[in-house]
Nanobody, 114 residues
């Protein structure tokens, strides 16, 4: 399985971006697809999760501003980011986790200017 993230860029505070993460290859069974981010000098942190049955959860720091969704036919997940803040500046990574495997995308840079 390979994950390809895209959609990052430079945006002013208060703006919006939508990230995409397309999966190629075959994944069966129960899985979780997640977004993480890593700001300069900080550890990678979890942002949001969507599960096989469509359940979603968010980190408190993005709740109410970010929305994770999916297109099953395209094997793609999205992260709609609204009301962006300078503190959201980071490299965003997508992740696919199953019972037996863990896959990462290459990351996409999001920069929010004040």
């Amino acid at each position: 399985v390979q994950l390809q993230a895209s959609g990052g860029g430079l945006v002013q505070a208060g703006g919006s971006l939508r990230l995409s993460c397309a999966a190629s290859g075959s994944v069966s069974g129960v899985w979780h697809r997640r977004w993480f981010r890593q700001a300069p000098g900080k550890e990678r942190e979890w942002v949001a999760t969507i599960t096989t049955n469509g359940s979603v959860t968010y980190a408190d720091s993005v709740k109410g501003r970010f929305t994770i969704s999916r297109d099953i036919t395209k094997k793609t997940i999205y992260l709609q980011m609204n009301s962006l803040e300078p503190e959201d500046t980071a490299v965003y990574y997508c992740n696919l986790n199953t019972k037996y495997s863990n896959y990462w995308g290459q990351g996409t840079q999001v920069t929010v200017s004040s």
